[in-house]
């Protein structure tokens, strides 16, 4: 995604990146971002929320306008509104990616 | 508030990303585009890497041939009408639960968040078509040579001929 922004942006068009992983728009650079703390594949909130998802698009457009130069990354201040702990399991595919599934052996290694 | 990238990954998980997932070495300055018009008067593209496609009409991701070759993911991309309605969307993306985006594609492509906007003036408009790819490019260095030799710049060119002065990004 942040290969894609950078070849917008060198082709004249103005980015704005809503992300869950700002740690990687941290290391690789990015035009500008908006992080929100949203479980995976909701980047803009829960489905059928429309008042939510209006907020954090408008957020996200406040940070285009507002950018003066690159890597600028604004943390966004809001908590999801659902239980952490059922929601770290239901982000998550029925099944394990064929990339978790072939690599179990070195991520159950990392156990403490 | 410093949001974590990795609250909702299961520890070892996390720290197997943070060993093994490299990057593919980009250069050390990031491009930046000054928006050049108010909002009011921009016109907007969106483009998710959820792997949204048109279930009817649109072949979906390879999520077959990511299963034989569990390294590899499919660089190409799909064109979604901002016409699309709410059931004609499904997901082919292995990394994360399908359900509620495909219940509401507007969670990862705001179609009809930005039809709204645009109802508003609150932005100047919402171009023709969004764009959908499928965000795993490869493991344990993303092979981005696809995206950036012909499907980053077939995607620009499209954008550039409907007017686009913007982008949305989200990723999934």
């Known amino acids: ?112 | 508030m410093s949001v974590d990238s990795y609250k909702w990954l299961p520890y070892s998980l996390a720290s197997w990303m943070q060993k093994a997932w490299h990057g593919a070495g980009e250069p050390a300055t990031t491009p930046f585009t000054p928006l050049a018009k108010a909002l009011g008067q921009t016109r907007f593209a969106l483009l998710t890497t959820g792997g949204l496609y048109l279930k009817d009409q649109q072949q979906p991701f390879d999520v077959l041939r990511e299963a034989r070759e569990p390294d590899w993911g499919d660089p190409s991309y799909r064109v979604i009408s901002r016409e699309t309605s709410l059931r004609e969307i499904s997901v082919a993306h292995t990394h994360f639960n399908p359900a509620d985006a495909e219940e509401d594609f507007n969670i990862l492509l705001p179609i009809h968040r930005f039809l709204d906007l645009e109802t508003k003036n609150e932005i100047g408009s919402l171009a023709p078509s969004a764009y959908s790819v499928m965000g795993f490019q490869g493991h344990p260095i993303p092979d981005y040579v696809p995206w950036r030799e012909r499907y980053g710049p077939e995607i620009l060119e499209r954008m550039k001929a409907e007017g686009v002065e913007a982008v949305l990004l989200t990723p999934a």
Do not use: C
């Open chain 1, 1 to 112: 995604m942040l290969v894609l922004a950078r070849m917008f942006e060198e082709g004249g068009l103005s980015t704005i990146l809503v992300t869950m992983m700002p740690s990687w728009a941290e290391q690789y650079g990015v035009p500008r971002a908006m992080a929100v703390e949203f479980p995976f594949g909701h980047p803009l909130g829960l489905p059928g929320h429309q008042e939510m998802q209006t907020m954090v698009i408008k957020d996200a457009l406040t940070v285009l306008e507002q950018a003066t130069e690159a890597n600028t990354i604004v943390h966004a201040e809001y908590s999801w509104p659902g239980d952490e702990s059922y929601w770290r399991r239901q982000w998550q595919p029925a099944a394990a990616s064929p990339l978790v599934a072939k690599y179990l052996h070195e991520i159950r290694a990392m156990r403490p």
